[in-house]
């Protein structure tokens, strides 16, 4: 069987292992890619069933075996871009065993957990469970492409749909394919309209004009008049479809990235600044929809413009024909040479246009802090800073842009020149039939003809762009998205049991949020979940609202791991009551109704009733038909968490979260709000985070987590006895209270 | 908690185990062991304003300027902070690919060859004014270009695209 490893083991690691530990002992290694002094090497760890190998060049024999009943601690001690596997000996004292960078680090962590986990209970094949569950993370990868994938079971995007850039496009473009056919048969028909006076012109030249017949030249006016008209009045039409294909195509394309935008998961907003996917929603669709429709539409009309005159110069004189291009390869080659120079620069620039987008998304929205910071000056120089890197890197690209389409334009007038040169020499000697009027409609026939040389050549410019855009919009488009794969869902609520099983969980894995959680909270607990700044408290409510998915371990609800149950269905039975409720610019009343469809005017009013906050609604003047500002403006805070509870209220959850729901308001208000909470609460699970521990007083158990860890768990009562940090907390509360009951008395008095 | 600066030579650095000091101040001859230094600024202002802190994180004093302190204690110091922080310079490029929008990096650094991979270049290229840019992986590992511009022609052909 092949031996469970981040990446393959050196067999020459192995095999040492092997002799050390015995073969029949060996579980799984860990490789790291550091050496001890911290360049770049191998180094690894064989753990067996009751000690472990360590490989490395700083050891004497170059391995060394620890056992595990030797280990009063293993840990991964992450430094900053690198991390250390050390353990704590009988004597208290810590050794560096391997050194790695954040690759291992996860695999080291859960081999930590392993080595303690068997200095306390002796090995078993269960204890192994955590290790397994790492490495099943590790190697999701999609059997087709190797992409990266967040769980086994998740589809790979990038086999899932064509895997060619412009190939996605296309199903926007196909539902417009009809009314874009029509414009490109009334182009060709325009373009085979707009070549006939040229023809016409030589006719005039060679004939009519020799013979003088006043009849004839009137006829040939009126004829192009009428020409004119048709050409102009389809043009005209073909102009107004063309519109609406295009608006019909970038909606669509518009509405599929936000609709993306919103099941992406919390990890690509941690990356992703809101600026950037603005931009990529605004800006670069009208990017793409240009040159959707310059491919679609005007490169059509170009080739066919260029086919016909290429025809019509042959079948007048194939021999200024050739002439006329001779400039066509030095075109093509200046044309590729263009494309590649210019491309990087575009990704650039849109590099450029996104901060700037950035910066908008950054102050614009808090303006009421630049102002009461005096701040205008520096953000106004921040924001000119960054217009002048736009520009200078615009500058940049549009002086290649000048440059090439300028050379180009000149070897293509060169062309011209020759037919001049030598198609007049040829038109005086009388050599190969070039009258003056096939000379006159060539001349006229080489300007059209090289219109689509030039177009077809500084497509190039246009496609670039269009490729940075595309590049964006597709980094949305193809982004995984929250994984939602389970397919549980149930008409009754859920009864609230939630457990964690071994929960280890990193933002990145510079540092580790929570480390080994294992918790139970049964159906109708109130929990208390207490903690510093910092803790990870918030991380845990976190992953039960399934923001972040990618955690090791298990959290099960109702006994159904979490990631087995429908996404949507799961959140609807979860009432989440954030510190900083989020208000939409809506009516009062949508504000409360807030995703829920259809919903009785006088549930609404019932919710608001619990959660205290239709007293001071009905206060308004507008009362529920209010339109809150942006963000909820019009609003205090506390009014804005009483809404936000009456969310809560009319989703009638299965869990309750409330998270530092009282931490920003004050007194008076925080007992209404408590209010609404005991009545809300009654029969749910809930879950509360709470500084003020007096919120806390319906609680029936308490967590209390430290450093991502719990460290107490129980009654209220029982921890208070322990005398533990939970202890520790109440008494420093109780005595800041105190103080503040003696200083506002001293005020009172 | 009032910050307590080092400023000078009052102090004496000892290296205990790679990325552990101890702290002993001459004048009150109190020592604190087993301390661990932390860069406030790791990105721009490297050997500035460090914070000397406990196993428990806490912090017990902050250097000002490692430069000042006296030669024994800066190369404890800087030694120190050297096995805390790796962030590899990168001298040259050796090879960029990408399939299916992830890019592998392989890059000669200062700690050796090392290739890694990308997510999303967007992100994970960040250009500073300086000309220096700072890389990180799609393991969250680190990696500087000291000035991209000084970089031969080559790994600047590769890297320029992606600024």
């Known amino acids: 069987m092949k031996l469970m490893s981040n990446i393959p083991i050196d067999d020459k690691y192995l095999n040492s292992a092997k002799e050390i530990l015995g073969e029949d002992n060996i579980l799984f290694a860990v490789v790291g890619d550091l050496e001890m002094k911290g360049s770049y090497g191998s180094s690894a760890m064989v753990f067996g069933r009751d000690a472990l190998v360590a490989f490395d060049n700083s050891y004497e024999n170059g391995c060394i075996r620890i056992e595990y009943e030797n280990v009063i601690r293993a840990k991964v001690k992450r430094m900053y871009g690198n991390a250390m596997f050390r353990v704590k000996d009988t004597d208290g004292k810590w050794h560096n065993v391997i050194r790695f960078s954040y690759a291992a680090a996860d695999i080291g962590d859960a081999a930590a957990i392993f080595v303690e986990n068997v200095r306390d209970e002796g090995y078993s094949d269960s204890l192994l469970d955590v290790v397994k569950s790492t490495y099943e993370k590790m190697r999701c990868f999609c059997p087709k492409c190797g992409r990266k994938l967040q769980s086994p079971d998740s589809p790979c995007i990038n086999c899932q749909g064509k895997s060619k850039m412009f190939s996605k496009l296309i199903q926007y473009i196909a539902p417009q394919k009809w009314n874009l056919l029509l414009c490109i048969v009334l182009s060709a028909f325009t373009t085979g309209l707009s070549l006939v006076p040229t023809y016409i012109t030589s006719v005039l030249v060679d004939d009519i004009l020799p013979s003088g017949s006043m009849k004839r030249l009137v006829q040939v006016v009126v004829f192009l008049a009428v020409l004119y008209i048709v050409q102009y009045t389809v043009t005209g039409v073909r102009q107004y479809r063309l519109r609406l294909a295009s608006d019909s195509i970038i909606t669509g394309l518009k509405k599929d990235i936000f609709a993306k935008a919103q099941y992406l998961p919390m990890k690509f907003y941690d990356k992703s600044s809101t600026g950037s996917v603005i931009n990529r929603i605004n800006s670069d669709t009208a990017t793409v929809q240009g040159f959707i429709m310059k491919i679609s539409q005007e490169a059509i009309v170009q080739f066919f413009t260029m086919v016909g005159i290429i025809v019509i110069m042959f079948s007048l004189n194939w021999q200024l024909a050739l002439l006329a291009l001779c400039p066509i390869p030095i075109v093509v080659f200046i044309a590729r040479r263009f494309g590649k120079i210019v491309a990087p620069k575009y990704r650039r620039l849109w590099r450029r246009s996104s901060s700037i987008s950035t910066m908008l998304t950054d102050s614009i929205p808090g303006i009421r802090v630049i102002k009461a910071f005096s701040n205008e000056k520096s953000v106004i120089n921040k924001f000119n800073r960054y217009c002048d890197e736009w520009k200078k890197e615009d500058c940049q690209t549009g002086l290649y842009a000048a440059i090439f389409p300028t050379l180009i334009t000149f070897f293509v007038t060169c062309g011209s020149l020759l037919i001049w040169g030598v198609g007049g020499s040829w038109t005086i000697s009388g050599e190969f039939g070039v009258s003056a009027g096939i000379l006159v409609s060539f001349i006229t026939y080489a300007t059209q003809f090289y219109n689509p040389v030039n177009f077809f050549a500084n497509l190039g410019d246009s496609y670039e762009n269009a490729v940075a855009s595309i590049e964006k919009i597709l980094d949305i488009i193809d982004a995984e998205p929250e994984q939602d794969f389970g397919d549980f869902k149930s008409e009754e609520p859920l009864q609230g049991k939630i457990e964690f099983r071994n929960v280890n969980f990193s933002f990145d894995r510079s540092k580790k949020v929570l480390s080994n959680i294992n918790l139970t909270i049964e159906p109708g607990d109130t929990v208390g979940i207490v903690g510093t700044t910092g803790s990870g408290k918030s991380t845990l409510i976190n992953l039960i609202m399934r923001y972040y998915d990618d955690y090791e371990g298990e959290i099960f609800v109702d006994g159904k791991n979490i990631r087995d149950i429908d996404m949507a269905y799961f959140r609807s039975q979860i009432g989440f009551v954030q510190q900083e409720p989020l208000m939409f610019r809506d009516t009062v009343y949508k504000n409360i109704a807030y995703g829920c469809g259809d919903v009785h005017v006088e549930e609404v009013l019932h919710a608001a009733q619990i959660a205290n906050a239709h007293t001071f609604i009905s206060k308004m003047p507008d009362a529920y038909d209010t339109v809150l500002g942006e963000r909820g403006v019009g609003l205090s805070g506390g009014e804005k968490q009483r809404v936000s509870i009456a969310r809560a209220v009319l989703k009638n959850p299965g869990i309750l979260i409330f998270d530092e729901a009282t931490a920003a308001v004050d007194s008076e208000t925080e007992f209404l709000i408590q209010g609404a909470i005991e009545r809300l609460i009654r029969g749910r699970t809930t879950i509360m985070i709470a500084h003020r521990l007096s919120t806390l007083r319906k609680a029936n158990k308490i967590v209390v987590v430290d450093k991502g860890e719990i460290i107490e768990c129980g009654p209220p009562e029982e921890l208070m006895k322990k005398k533990g940090k939970y202890y520790k907390l109440v008494q420093i509360q109780s005595m800041s209270e105190q103080l503040l009951k003696e200083k506002q008395s001293e005020n009172f008095e | ?163």
Request: one cysteine or more.
């Open chain 2, 1 to 163: 908690m009032i910050l307590r600066y080092i400023d000078g030579p009052e102090v004496r650095f000892t290296v205990k185990d790679k990325i552990f000091v101890d702290m002993e101040f001459y004048h009150t001859g109190e020592v604190f062991r087993d301390m661990e230094l932390r860069r406030m600024f790791p990105v721009s202002g490297k050997n500035k304003y460090i914070a000397v802190v406990d196993g428990e994180g806490n912090e017990q004093a902050m250097i000002r300027d490692v430069d000042n302190l006296d030669k024994y204690s800066r190369e404890a110091v800087l030694s120190c902070l050297e096995e805390y922080y790796m962030m590899p310079r990168i001298l040259k490029f050796v090879n960029m690919s990408d399939k299916f929008k992830i890019w592998m990096w392989t890059a000669e650094t200062d700690k050796g060859t090392v290739t890694f991979e990308i997510r999303n270049h967007l992100t994970a290229v960040k250009p500073l004014y300086d000309n220096r840019v700072l890389i990180k992986d799609a393991n969250d590992n680190r990696y500087e270009i000291p000035d991209y511009t000084k970089l031969d022609k080559k790994s600047r052909k590769m890297l320029i695209p992606n600024l």
